[in-house]
């Protein structure tokens, strides 16, 4: 296989992580031809706020598996957060790149934390985990939705449409792109989405030269504590918007699982974690856990 296709979302960020996976594996195998091809989906081609349904069936990545399914493609990258926790049969997750700093990120112009921001201030974000999260910190905060690129999202942060953002630190270090100041949420206050900050390789089951060689870009400790995170959120649903964060952390040779869901109004939480030596069975027993905590009654608040 002299020339192989890798499918990408058409955004600047998802550009830029197709081309980090695209030179790692041209440095490990230079006599291939990696070529990038750009797929606008769904989620690309719509700046309305996207429901709980709508990314539960991968908005942001039907497309590119559909594209994988029919050869157009021979790798599909993806954001691993906005990857469904079901995905086709035919399909698999060759390589899970070493995590990218996962935190959540507060965007100002002025280089302020959360404690710093007063009664009524407008947080842009389209992310109901973060909104959720934000309001169980300060319920007097005014948490708007927002959609679009990272340029859109300064320029109207610069044009004072907001007054403050919250980004994945993950993406901003990507996009070398925060002009303004940035606040990392401590964990404490904001946990992160499941995934957040790791990107998945996608190709096709039983082509096992491909396979050889995407699966030399593994970040096995990532991958780790990417598994249990997804195994927690498909036990509690499944969805990326859901109001629930997790990260887990390889110490001592366990994964330490780390879970929260928040009321979408931000006026209740449950907050939890635990240990074990295999992530799927982790985020399994965390997501019973929750739900013996009264997580049903939260999610359908």
């Not at 974000?125 to 690129?149: D, M």
């Not at 993406?171 to 995934?195: D, H, T």
């Not at 991958?223 to 995170?229: G, I, K, L, S």
């Not at 992530?279 to 999610?299: C, D, N, R, S």
Request: charged fraction near 30%; hydrophobic fraction near 40%.
């Amino acid at each position: 296989m002299d020339r192989v296709v890798i499918g990408t979302r058409a955004s600047s960020l998802a550009l830029a992580q197709a081309e980090e996976v695209r030179g790692l594996l041209k440095k490990r195998f230079p006599e291939v031809d990696f070529q990038l091809k750009e797929i606008r989906t769904a989620g690309d081609k719509t700046e309305k706020l996207l429901s709980r349904h709508a990314e539960e069936v991968g908005f942001f990545t039907k497309e590119l598996e559909e594209f994988l399914l029919s050869k157009a493609i021979d790798i599909a990258v993806h954001s691993l957060k906005d990857l469904p926790t079901k995905h086709p049969e035919p399909l698999q997750i060759a390589a899970v790149t070493k995590r990218e700093n996962p935190q959540d990120a507060l965007v100002t112009e002025e280089g302020k934390t959360l404690s710093d921001l007063p009664e009524g201030v407008r947080i842009g974000t389209g992310s109901a985990r973060r909104k959720a999260q934000l309001l169980y910190f300060n319920p007097k905060f005014e948490v708007v939705g927002i959609r679009g690129n990272l340029d859109t999202r300064f320029r109207k942060l610069k044009e004072k449409s907001f007054d403050a953002l919250v980004l994945a630190m993950a993406g901003l270090g990507r996009l070398k792109a925060a002009p303004q100041k940035i606040w990392p949420i401590p964990y404490n206050i904001m946990l992160p989405a499941p995934g957040q900050g790791a990107l998945a390789v996608q190709i096709r089951k039983g082509e096992k030269e491909l396979e050889k060689r995407v699966s030399t870009l593994d970040h096995p400790e990532s991958r780790q504590c990417v598994t249990a995170e997804r195994s927690f959120l498909a036990h509690l649903g499944g969805g990326c918007q859901l109001p629930l964060g997790a990260l887990g952390v390889v110490r001592n040779g366990e994964i330490v699982l780390n879970g929260v869901l928040v009321r979408e109004d931000g006026k209740e939480r449950i907050r939890f974690g635990m240990s074990g030596k295999k992530p799927e069975e982790v985020g399994l027993k965390l997501a019973e856990k929750f739900l013996e905590m009264g997580a049903e009654a939260l999610l359908h608040a």
